[in-house]
């Protein structure tokens, strides 16, 4: 008896076994693989190769409960390089429905840095959804300007 338990037991783990499950998206006609693989190229035979932008790098922003009715913004501009200006434009953005409604702006500045971190507040501000939008422009000491925008996740007050 004990023989025939372990046999059939043995049936059964050895058909539970060989069964292969797939879960997958059948509906992607394309499937491509993307390997890691280093590779030169000739910028004078590809001309449309051109960088993003040439000095900035990054703009994080990021908003903040201060307190009751108070709400700060805060974004870090990154370059490359030096520049001769940047110029950030904060807005603040209450949620209105499925859109976002801009219900502040301001404006910050620095001037021959690679970096700045600037932040401001508002007060008096009712309760809802926002987020914080900042737009870095970035000028050069020819006059070549570059700009960046960034949001900052929400907030409820």
């Known amino acids: 008896m004990k023989k025939t338990v372990i046999c059939l037991l043995s049936c059964v783990i050895m058909c539970i076994s060989g069964i292969n499950v797939y879960a997958g998206d059948n509906d992607i006609e394309e499937q491509y693989q993307l390997i890691e693989e280093n590779f030169e190229v000739n910028e004078e035979e590809v001309p449309n190769i051109i960088p993003y932008s040439q000095y900035l790098i990054d703009v994080q922003t990021t908003i903040a409960k201060i307190s009751a009715g108070k709400v700060g913004i805060r974004a870090h501009v990154y370059c490359s390089s030096v520049v001769q200006d940047i110029k950030i434009t904060?807005?603040?953005q209450k949620k209105s429905g499925s859109t976002w409604k801009t219900v502040a702006t301001t404006t910050a500045s620095a001037s021959n840095v690679t970096d700045a971190a600037r932040s401001v507040t508002a007060s008096g501000v009712s309760?809802?959804?926002y987020r914080g939008k900042a737009i870095a422009m970035v000028t050069?000491?020819?006059?070549?300007?570059?700009?960046?925008?960034?949001?900052?996740?929400?907030?409820?007050?």
């Open 140 to 157: 050069d000491k020819y006059g070549y300007s570059e700009t960046l925008s960034s949001f900052s996740g929400s907030i409820q007050m």
């Open 90 to 92: 904060f807005m603040l």
């Open 127 to 129: 309760s809802g959804t």
